[in-house]
């Protein structure tokens, strides 16, 4: 503070103390023009006024003040004015420290704001002489560690709120005095692991524990230890990618558990340890492809459930939901159980999960059968927005099967409107022609057909029930046995061709056989009979020219006539020969042959005439 700023506030204490003396009621007339002040409830708000110090002419025996979003840089020579004060918020100034001993005097001050300021240290003096504050909010400060012994002062504190800081290290002492702090809040700092030495003095008060959005990579076996009473635990936005199976394991009160938006895509075995009285969680933002049955194994109170923004998941085991636990020598008596008096195997339950959502999971897109089994009697609200589902097909569901739903909300998937969506068809159909009055009839939230064309867009509501083509759906054990004819029908057909072209095949193959065969036996007779020794009239080389002179001349005697035999081979052994020939060529059907063929005329000439064998 300035010398001028100095004498200025010397000054407005000199009138203040002269006011006081003359007249005592004269104080309610003391309100700056940039304050709002109320005596009848003993407050006064100065917030936005652009004040650079804190205002010593109000009334001193207020019970609020509100200084936030002024250019307060200092405390000195100031709070100690109002010795009445339960309140006071500083909030969104200037403050780089809040000095020593300045709260002495505020012995009866309960709440305290000292949020979004540039404070980057504390002392144990600093909080001196306030032995009633309940609550103290540092949030949005620089502070970058916490000593030992810094809240020493502060015997009656129950929240603390150091959130929004740059704090790395959290000494061993630093919460030794807070034995009634009942909500820690440590959340957006620069801690890389569990302070679980520094916990452990708040064993015996603490509820509420945030530690999201710091860099907490694992949590280890007793990060948690003697916290027996901590009721909910927020460790959302951190990078957390393993939990040990003793992790959770003294947390023997905890009822809610935030996981989300971690690198966890493994079965956290923390769940199946031991049973858990968590009644909600929330595991959205995290990394699983897919969830396996019995995921949720040891959470048999579990009442609220958020599985959301997973963007890499793609199934869920329809077994997800179900609890399976080992017995022991006696059973988990949770809902209903059946098991027989010696056995100790495992207990297998639903979990009565009423909350369920599972929305944005941009590649889930198949909803598998029997899900929600065993959850219809106490779901109360369902969410499977913003998925990718185009079918929902839950075969008998309708709201008989919820008693309890009240909001069921399937919004922004792309439905394809077909007879999957039947059972939500009903369920809309009914609430639109039931009476406001009636109960069991759920808020169905935004049904919008994605397809088929005709009815992308519309309300499934606006649909009648043929539009989405159950006329035309036949029961399973039809269309198994039709598709089974089908292959049937097309296996015999493929058989019958390979054994078609088998034959062909054979009998192709049979008939070459043939050719080749009379073919080489009509050579060996054609050469045969051309070198016969007695050459023939016909064919013959040497005297055929003589002999065929002589059957010229002796008509009478021809061959063709009398029968008489030549030299060589008669006549008629020729045509014989040649009619065997050419019969044998028409059943072979042999290829045409190059050669020229003779025949006799019957006048007794022989011609030759070219003959091509077909």
Not at 50 to 55: E, F
Not at 315 to 339: E, I, M, R
Not at 372 to 384: E, I, K, N, P, Y
Not at 416 to 425: E, V
Request: charged residues 15%.
């Amino acid at each position: 503070m300035s010398l001028d700023q100095s004498w200025s506030a010397a000054r407005w204490l000199a009138v203040a103390v002269v006011v006081l003396v003359a007249s005592p009621t004269a104080v309610q007339t003391f309100c700056p023009s940039m304050c709002q002040c109320d005596d009848s409830l003993l407050e006064a708000s100065c917030s936005g006024s652009r004040l650079d110090s804190v205002p010593i002419l109000l009334n001193p025996s207020l019970r609020t003040l509100h200084l936030a979003h002024n250019r307060i840089a200092s405390l000195r020579q100031s709070v100690s004015f109002y010795g009445e004060l339960r309140s006071l918020d500083l909030s969104h100034n200037v403050l780089h420290s809040l000095g020593l001993l300045h709260f002495q005097p505020l012995g009866q001050l309960e709440w305290l704001n000292v949020s979004n300021n540039l404070v980057s240290s504390l002392e144990m003096e600093s909080f001196a002489g306030l032995s009633s504050l309940t609550a103290l909010d540092l949030s949005a400060n620089r502070l970058t560690r916490l000593t030992d012994d810094l809240f020493a002062e502060l015997p009656s504190l129950v929240t603390l709120i150091l959130s929004g800081n740059k704090i790395q290290t959290v000494a061993a002492g630093a919460f030794d005095s807070l034995r009634k702090l009942h909500t820690l809040r440590l959340e957006d700092n620069n801690l890389g692991h569990v302070p679980s030495t520094a916990l452990v003095p708040l064993a015996a008060s603490l509820r509420s524990l945030y530690l999201s959005k710091n860099l907490i990579e694992t949590l280890e076996d007793g990060s948690f230890r003697h916290l027996a009473r901590l009721r909910f635990l927020g460790l959302n936005d951190n990078a957390i990618d393993r939990v040990d199976p003793l992790a959770f394991d003294t947390l023997v009160s905890l009822d809610a558990l935030d996981l989300s938006f971690n690198r966890l895509d493994g079965v956290i075995e923390a769940f199946t340890a031991s049973i858990s009285p968590m009644t909600h969680l929330d595991l959205s933002g995290n990394m699983w492809r897919q969830l396996p049955a019995n995921f949720l194994s040891g959470l048999p109170r579990l009442q609220t459930l958020n599985i959301s923004y997973m963007e890499y998941l793609r199934s869920v085991d329809p077994a997800v939901f179900h609890l399976s636990k080992p017995g022991g020598n006696g059973s988990v008596s949770l809902s209903a159980t059946s098991t027989s008096a010696t056995s100790s195997v495992v207990v297998v339950k639903v979990l009565p999960i009423a909350n369920l959502v599972m929305t944005n999971n941009a590649l889930w897109n198949h909803l598998p059968s029997g899900l929600f089994h065993g959850l219809d009697a106490h779901l109360v609200r369902l969410d499977l927005s913003g998925n990718a589902f185009e079918t929902l097909d839950m075969g008998r569901h309708h709201s008989t099967d919820w008693p309890h739903l009240n909001y069921l909300s399937v919004a922004y998937n792309p439905l394809q409107c077909n007879c999957s969506l039947l059972w939500l068809w009903n369920m809309l159909q009914q609430r639109n022609h039931s009476s406001a009055a009636v109960n069991g009839s759920p808020v169905v939230v935004n049904v919008t057909c994605s397809g088929p064309p005709p009815y992308s867009g519309l309300p499934l509501s606006s649909l009648n029930q043929s539009d989405l083509f159950c006329s035309l759906a036949l029961p399973v054990s039809i269309i198994v046995l039709l598709v089974i004819s089908w292959l049937v029908l097309v296996a015999g057909l493929v058989v019958l061709v390979i054994y078609w072209r088998r034959r062909r095949n054979a009998r192709r193959e049979s008939r070459l056989m043939i050719i080749k065969s009379s073919h080489h036996q009509y050579h060996h007779r054609d050469h045969s009979f051309q070198h016969h020794n007695g050459t023939s009239p016909i064919l013959g080389g040497g005297g055929g020219v003589k002999h065929q002179q002589q059957y010229r001349m002796d008509s009478n005697n021809s061959p063709a006539l009398s029968g008489h035999h030549h030299v060589g081979a008669t006549i008629p052994q020729y045509y014989q020969h040649q009619n065997n020939l050419h019969h044998h060529f028409q059943q072979a059907q042999l290829v045409p042959s190059a050669r020229d063929e003779y025949t006799y005329h019957c006048a007794g000439t022989i011609k030759r005439i070219p003959v091509t064998v077909v």
